[in-house]
């Protein structure tokens, strides 16, 4: 169902940002586990999360801002953010409760949740910065194309070029607190961390890039919304909205 008991239909924006929150929660936990690879003879290394989940939170960060605006994708990094925090604290706490004896997994619990404060704080410095280039090129790009691109045949330069500049400050953010700070990978891995997973992440985003298009025009049709501009790009900005819905100014 699409609609509920008054006739108007959900709000995908809403269930997007549920989809969003869960997967970058669950995404600071399987980064721990990273493995190595061989290709054209160099040896590479790559986390879990690169390769599970990071491709469809940047789907996602195409998509908010390309149809709901800068102002609707600030909240939801921000959502992001609150939610990583309070998820941190709560591993944190369930680590220093007190346990049964018969609960005999409290070293290796502790082991994999107690790394995953650093990963957030970690993951979150690269998610900020990452998240916020990534839609401030998205919304900046789309406000100059619009004028000679109005029916978007060249969305995908603006998806792929945010996707490219956001991925490399949020994985080199990430990997360096994670690296340098918390002790969580070794330092000799750290270019090869950084390299790989912002290739990787790169170009499996752009693999997407059909699925991304497709999705963005579902959501622009079934929301009726195709916001270009903002009152403010300051990140920091949250009471500020702003913009014009292009599906609007169509119809009149």
């Keep these: 169902m699409t609609e509920n008991s008054n006739n ?12 969003f929150v869960g997967i970058l929660i669950v995404s600071n936990i399987v980064s721990q586990k990273f493995f190595d690879f061989t290709f054209l003879g160099f040896t590479m290394s790559l986390d879990s999360g690169t390769l599970l989940l990071f491709p469809v939170l940047y789907i996602f960060g195409d998509v908010v801002p ?10 939801l990094i921000w959502y992001g953010f609150g939610a990583n925090v ?33 990963l957030v704080l970690a993951s979150m410095g690269g998610y900020l ?4 280039i990534n839609s401030f090129i998205m919304a900046h790009m789309k406000t100059w194309m619009i004028r000679k691109d109005p029916s978007h045949k060249f969305l995908f330069v603006r998806t792929i070029a945010s996707t490219f500049a956001g991925e490399f400050f949020d994985t080199a ?4 607190i994670a690296t340098f700070l918390f002790k969580i990978f070794p330092p000799e891995i750290y270019i090869s961390l950084v ?33 270009v501009g903002t009152d403010s790009y300051n990140p920091f900005a949250v009471n500020k909205s702003g913009g014009t819905n292009l599906k609007q100014n169509n119809k009149k």
Aim: glycine share 6%.
């Design 195 to 227: 390299l790989t997973q912002w290739l990787l992440k790169s170009l499996i985003e752009t693999s997407f890039t059909p699925v991304t298009l497709y999705i963005i025009r579902k959501v622009k049709k079934y929301e009726n919304m195709d916001i």
């Design 129 to 132: 910065v990452g998240s916020f």
């Design 86 to 118: 309070l998820a941190a604290f709560l591993f944190k706490l369930s680590i220093m409760l007190p346990h049964s004896e018969y609960f005999t997994y409290q070293d290796a619990f502790s082991l994999v949740l107690g790394n995953v404060t650093g």
């Design 8 to 19: 108007q239909k959900f709000n995908l924006f809403e269930i997007i940002t549920a989809i």
């Design 173 to 176: 953010i990430f990997v360096g």
């Design 66 to 75: 390309e149809v709901y605006g800068y102002h609707a994708s600030r909240r």
